[in-house]
């Protein structure tokens, strides 16, 4: 009974030392990836967006080749 409160306690200190480890931990390099994402329903038109533009395109099927045809971009 003994050994399982001092091995519960032990487990709890490096818990809340990793814990504190953790929050105090800043990110070595800012992030500076593009933003980037495609809007659609699976069927018709989709959105293109992307660094706070927005496109316009549609999806043709002659012969079951998909045909992509985007539109020029607009900025907000």
């Not at 998909?66 to 900025?75: A, E, F, S």
Request: overall charge positive.
């Amino acid at each position: 009974m003994e050994s399982d409160i001092y091995l519960k306690t032990i487990i709890s200190i490096i818990a809340i030392f990793l814990g504190v480890i953790a929050y105090n931990t800043q990110p070595s390099s800012e992030a500076n990836a593009p933003i980037e994402m495609i809007v659609g329903k699976g069927k018709g038109p989709i959105l293109h967006l992307k660094n706070g533009k927005i496109r316009y395109c549609d999806f043709s099927n002659p012969d079951l080749k998909i045909l992509v045809r985007c539109y020029n971009w607009y900025t907000k």
